[in-house]
């Protein structure tokens, strides 16, 4: 886009975030205000501890997150859309009740994949009598795609991941809702754009912002650390084109995944990146950059709605491009929380409500407070 032309603000329809971890508890209570200033709703993932594996714990998952949502302003209204943690004992009984609980579908994590899994699926065939109850109920599942095989290079888990077990779980269950989450490289995209059926993805900010050197420059940089890991720089650039294209098998799912700053940077780090802070901005700034603002809205805001056969939301957010300053460090609990980009400056800035109090913090502010 000509930048001489290109518009000093962006208002969308109201956008959804489609993957996303809240925590529970005190951390909860500390990055829910963020999702629900930028996002009518979520779909929030059921990697606690323990796991989220039935319609009852999810219920009253759903209603800490409902006591959890700001009183007033802009999040108030902020819909959790929820998920079943799919493990190899996964009854079958269970995915009426969850069709009829308004649950969203079911995530599968490979045994052993990323945070919180090692309750996860440990052979997909032991799952087929649930997956086919998920087919015949029209309940998506939602797939954390990469292989565990310690044979197989940590690059190519999701390459890995497609040839060995998505291909053959889509050819035995033809008509079953998956949507590959997070992905990562350009054979994901291309799967996912080429594929018959019904099948959708979510891109990250951080996979379409950064690639792998963000990791290693300037010395281990643990922030930018999550799971599926950053890949080179043809995957970032397949990932753009596939998100910003129109398509509407690509939405929004920030995978904004909080993990307390002192247990990233340190020894065995932990995995995720947080961006619910600023997730429509740093979006804006890729799809600008790919100068296709236009489909921003498709991809923040339609997309996912209609994959999951739900309304697409009313109102509207605002974009101005103005630079601002991410805060460095949030309050998480007892701990601190370290945004991606913390520090650095953004080119739009979401106008909504107390959201743009961040800007230009005094440094006594609890927001910068380490
Ligand atoms: C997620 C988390 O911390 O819950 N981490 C991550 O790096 N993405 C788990 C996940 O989505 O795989
Ligand atoms: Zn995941
Ligand atoms: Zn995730």
């Known amino acids: 886009m ?3 032309t290109a518009p000093s603000t962006l208002t969308l329809t109201r956008p959804d975030d489609w993957h996303l971890h809240l925590r529970d508890g005190a951390a909860l209570a500390a990055v829910l205000p963020h999702t629900a200033r930028q996002f009518a709703r979520a779909v929030v993932m059921p990697n606690l501890r323990p796991p989220v594996s039935t319609v ?17 302003g802009p999040g ?5 859309l929820m998920t079943l943690y799919l493990t190899d004992n996964t009854p079958p009984d269970e995915i009426r009740l969850a069709r009829e609980a308004g649950i ?5 994590y490979p045994a052993g994949a990323t945070t919180h899994s090692d309750a996860g699926v440990t052979d997909l065939r032991k799952t087929w009598r649930t997956l086919d109850a998920m087919q015949r109920e029209g309940l998506p599942l939602l797939v954390h795609g990469e292989v565990t095989d310690p044979a197989v290079d940590l690059f190519d888990r999701e390459a890995v991941f497609i040839d060995r077990e998505l291909i053959p779980l889509r050819r035995d269950f033809p008509s079953l809702k998956i949507v590959f989450e997070h992905i990562t490289t350009r054979e994901g995209a291309q799967y996912v754009l080429g594929a018959e059926g019904p099948i959708g993805a979510t891109v990250t900010p951080q996979h379409l912002l950064y690639n792998r050197n963000a990791i290693f420059s300037g010395g ?3 922030h930018f650390y999550c799971l599926p890991v950053l890949k080179a720089e043809v995957h970032r650039q397949a990932l753009v084109e596939a998100a910003t294209s129109g398509s509407p098998k690509f939405f929004l799912g920030t995978d904004s995944a909080p993990h307390a700053a002192h247990l990233k940077e340190h020894a065995g780090g932990h995995a995720g990146c947080y961006t619910a802070f600023s997730a429509l901005e740093l979006y804006a700034e890729v799809f600008e950059a ?22 697409r939301n009313s109102g509207t957010v605002t974009l101005r491009r103005e630079a601002w300053t991410l805060p460095e460090s949030l309050p998480f609990g007892e701990a601190a929380l370290k945004p991606l980009r913390g520090g650095e400056t953004l080119r739009w800035q979401l106008l909504d409500g107390s959201r743009t109090m961040a800007v230009g913090l005094p440094s006594d502010s609890p927001l910068t407070a380490a």
């Open 2 to 4: 000509n930048r001489m």
């Open 56 to 72: 009852a714990l999810a219920l009253a998952y759903r209603a800490r997150i409902l006591a959890a949502r700001p009183t007033e």
């Open 76 to 80: 108030a209204d902020f819909e959790p």
């Open 104 to 108: 969203v579908g079911l995530k599968l």
């Open 220 to 222: 281990l940089q643990p």
């Open 290 to 311: 790919a100068g296709a603002l236009e489909h921003l809205e498709g991809f923040a805001s339609f997309h996912g709605a209609d994959f999951y056969s739900l309304p």
